[in-house]
């Protein structure tokens, strides 16, 4: 009989993640909250000074700029959509006589104008493209958002709706990745901070089928994905928990987002696994926050 018990079940039995039923669907305690919103205040502290915009959009999109972003020729096996009972009196009969017979009540359900938002930083390209051109400074943008990608898994760090914390920056190809590289290193310190060993390394996003193995090889040969990762499930397969994109001018291109001169603007976005980061915490401190070190829990809560 195996006696380990996974680090998913120690994560129920503590309460700190509470199980839905559904693989990558959790609960979390007021614990695991509060770990999620010092790490936040952490980041505010490091990037405050930036003087980013702050905005909130809601855990769906508008379908419209989501099928224009080109997520579903890239990652259809992640992306998840609202659908929702349009019928009347008669259809609702039919559902019900549907449901009742255990059938796929849901096939008649029609698609809303909303999709659930795949990374925190999908809604924002086309806002501020409606806004006009950028200044030549350029634009920086703070971001926090549940994501959802359908990756069912048994990996408490491989969840269906977490949330991720961004920052975008627009502008020059210099500036925004120097803003990229800025933030690997604050990265690299921020986690050091608090007590995680922290390595980066060049990575891919898994793009879908024969032609998506073209795009990842790409991205990686032209250093346009950086992940910071840390031991969280295993100490050989270590977990991304922040990655550093740089996407060139094709945002720009695509949601014609352009600088005062009239040049196309560059755009990279850093992105923090705010779950991943919590758990990593877990992983490597213990499941009792009380029994942290003291210099991790200071940096957390002062
Ligand atoms: P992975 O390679 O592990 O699938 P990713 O490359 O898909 O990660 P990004 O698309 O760069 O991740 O998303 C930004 C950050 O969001 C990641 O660095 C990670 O910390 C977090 N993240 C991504 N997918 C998940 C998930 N399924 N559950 C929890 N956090 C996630
Ligand atoms: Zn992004
Ligand atoms: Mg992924």
Do not use: C
């Given at each position: 009989m195996d006696m380990q018990v996974?680090?998913?079940?120690?994560?129920?039995?503590?309460?700190?993640?509470?199980?839905?039923g559904v693989d990558g669907l959790y609960g979390r305690s007021g614990q695991f909250e509060d770990v999620i919103a010092a790490f936040e205040r952490l980041i505010d502290k490091v990037g405050g000074a930036d003087g980013a915009e702050a905005i909130r959009f809601p855990p769906g999109m508008n379908r419209a700029y989501f099928e224009k972003s080109g997520y579903m020729k890239s990652f259809p096996q992640l992306a998840g959509t609202v659908h929702s009972f349009c019928g009347n009196d008669h259809d609702h009969a039919g559902l019900l006589q549907c449901l009742e017979e255990g059938g796929e009540w849901t096939k008649d359900q029609k698609a809303t104008d909303i999709a659930l938002t795949p990374a925190a930083c999908?809604?924002?390209?086309?806002?501020?493209?409606?806004?006009?051109?950028?200044?030549?400074?350029?634009?920086?943008?703070d971001l926090q958002s549940y994501c959802f990608r359908h990756e069912p898994s048994k990996d408490p760090a491989r969840q269906q709706l977490?949330?991720?914390r961004e920052y975008v920056c627009m502008g020059t190809e210099d500036h925004v990745t120097a803003f990229r590289q800025t933030?690997?290193?604050r990265g690299v310190e921020m986690m050091k901070s608090i007590g995680l060993d922290v390595e980066i390394d060049?990575?891919?996003?898994?793009?879908?089928?024969r032609a998506g193995r073209l795009l990842a090889n790409n991205q990686r040969d032209q250093n346009?994905?950086?992940?910071?990762?840390?031991?969280?499930?295993?100490q050989t397969k270590k977990t991304a928990c922040m990655s550093f994109n740089y996407h060139q001018d094709a945002f720009g291109q695509k949601w014609g987002l352009n600088l005062e001169d009239g040049a196309v603007a560059h755009t990279a976005c850093v992105g923090f696994g705010l779950e991943r980061i919590a758990l990593?915490?877990?992983?490597?401190h213990g499941l009792d926050v009380?029994?942290?070190?003291?210099h991790v829990r200071k940096v957390l809560w002062g």
């Open positions: 996974s680090f998913l079940d120690r994560l129920f039995d503590s309460g700190l993640l509470i199980d839905t999908y809604p924002l390209y086309p806002t501020v493209a409606k806004r006009g051109p950028l200044p030549m400074e350029g634009g920086l943008f977490f949330r991720m933030w690997m290193d060049v990575a891919n996003d898994p793009f879908f089928g346009l994905k950086f992940e910071l990762l840390i031991p969280v499930t295993s990593a915490l877990f992983a490597q009380k029994l942290w070190p003291d």
